[in-house]
Each structure stands twice: as C-alpha cells, then as structure tokens.
C-alpha cells in the first residue's frame, strides 16, 4: 500500500508568522522609545537614513506609513514619523529663538542700567564740583573733606571738629564751619540728606551720659540735625539722623590716627537721579 502523501497547509510557515509579529513588535517598541526621548532633529534623521538603507523599513513612504498610521497585527497607530522630525526642528528652533531673545534682553538691561550708573555719576560729579567750589570759597576745605558715588555727595565733619571727647554738644569753634554747611545744603540739597555719626571702638567710660558708641553716635547726628532744623530753612522731612556707632569705620583702629578720623559726622546729598532723591 503506498504512503499517503503529506498535506501541505496553504499561506506561510508558522514560524515567518512568529518572526514577522516579532520584528513589528520590536519595531513599534524602539519607535515609542523614541517618542518619549528628547533627540536632536540632525541626528534622528541620520538614524532615519540609516534605517531605511539597511531594512527599507521607510522605502514605501506612504505605502509604510499612510497618512499618518503604521498598521500592524493589532498596532494602534503612531504620529507620522517626518511630522515629528517637522515638528522637533520647529521646536528646537523655537528653543533657541526663546534663548537669543533672552539673551538680547539681558545685555539691553545691562546696557540700560551701566547707561543710567554713568548719567548719575555724572549728576554726582557736577553737584560736587559746585559744593567744592563752595567749601573753597568759604575757606573750610580743610574742615570739610568731600567725595562722591553714583547716589550722593559726602561731606564728613572729624568729630572733634564738632565735638568734645564723649560729648554731643557742638563746640562753639565749630558753628562757623555748620553754619557754610548748612547754606551749602539750602542751596544744593533739594531732596534727601542723611546725616550719620561714626565713632571709633573705643568703649565708653563708665558713669557718662552714654553706655556704649551706638548712643553717642546717634546723640552726634541729632545734634546737627537739630541745628540745621533751627538755623536753615531745611526741610527736616528731608532729614534723616542715623547713629552707626563703630561699625563702619574708615581707618584702623588700632592706631591714633585712625581712631580720630573714624570719629566723625557724615552728611549725604543725594542727588537728584538717585532712587533715595
């Protein structure tokens, strides 16, 4: 009896079946990876490019792809993929245009404010080349010391020019050269004025009126400012009196010399570009 002839089932092997389902899986699974990665355009396209000589996997363009859905054995479908190489340059584009634009903006606000810093330097410059010419002329340049920033004018008074040892009171010597500073303020000073008093670090003795620097420095700058309130037509708005006692000296302490310049009266004119005006 002959063998009977093997059934030869229609359509592919099982196993093609098997490897196709396999390569489209791998192949939708690199394809999300790729959608949720941040990859430049230039070097997606490289790979692109790399992929379609080696599988032809992009070769049908419309036939693979369609308008905008790979079909496979139940794949759900996927964002054209030259939409997304589209839409990525866009992006980056978009990045570095956001980025330029910062950029521009940071060196124009830098140059805006460097431009502001020298119009109110100039501003100071001038009022202090005016105040100088006055405490020349009124022959107390030397009681009298001058210089200037971008916000103000500083006169500084040495505190015993204006003061006993751990006094407030202002010395009758004295009047003459707070009497030109205050007409110099009634002239120039249209805005605010801040009148500090400075001491060294010396502690205070025991048994005076004051227990530390902090209190006769403040006691210091009210003084002058209740003398330029009585003797000028100051506005005592305008007037601010701070004590700062020893902590923004000028000089070493530790020597004699630099004790007594660090004992002193400061009185800022603003100028009228400055945000303290």
């Known amino acids: 009896m002959a063998k009977k002839p093997e059934e030869i089932k229609p359509g592919l092997p099982a196993w093609q079946g098997t490897f196709g389902d396999l ?8 394809v999300l990876l790729f959608s949720m990665a941040s990859m430049d355009a230039a070097k997606f396209e ?57 950029a521009v903006g940071e060196m124009e606000q830098k140059e805006l404010m ?63 050269v ?5 007409q110099i303020l009634e002239t120039y000073a249209g805005g605010t004025v801040d009148i500090e008093g400075h001491t060294d670090n010396v502690p205070m003795s025991s048994g005076g009126k004051y227990s530390n620097n902090d209190e006769l420095s403040s006691g210091r700058a009210l003084a002058v400012f209740n003398y330029l309130v009585e003797n000028t037509t100051l506005d005592p708005a305008n ?26 009266v400061e009185i800022k004119i603003y100028n009228p570009l400055s945000a303290s005006y």
């Open 46 to 102: 490289e790979v692109a490019a790399s992929f379609s000589s080696a599988f032809s996997i992009f070769s049908g363009g419309e036939m693979a792809i369609g308008k905008g859905a790979l079909i496979g054995d139940g794949v759900s479908q996927l964002t054209e993929l030259s939409s997304y190489i589209t839409s990525m340059g866009l992006a980056q584009s978009g990045e570095d245009s956001d980025a330029e634009t910062d």
């Open 239 to 264: 007037l601010i009196h701070t004590g700062r006692g020893e902590y923004d000296p000028i000089a070493d302490n530790s020597t004699d010399e630099g004790r007594a310049r660090n004992r002193r």
């Open 23 to 30: 390569m489209n899986l791998l192949l939708c699974f690199f």
């Open 114 to 176: 460097e431009a502001a810093e020298e119009e109110q330097l100039e501003a100071s410059k001038e009022l202090a080349e005016k105040i100088q010419a006055e405490l020349d002329e009124g022959d107390i340049n030397k009681e009298v010391t001058l210089n200037y920033t971008s916000q103000f004018v500083q006169l500084t008074i040495q505190g015993s020019i204006l003061f006993d040892s751990g006094k407030v009171e202002i010395k009758e010597d004295a009047i003459p």
């Open 178 to 182: 707070i009497d030109k500073v205050g």
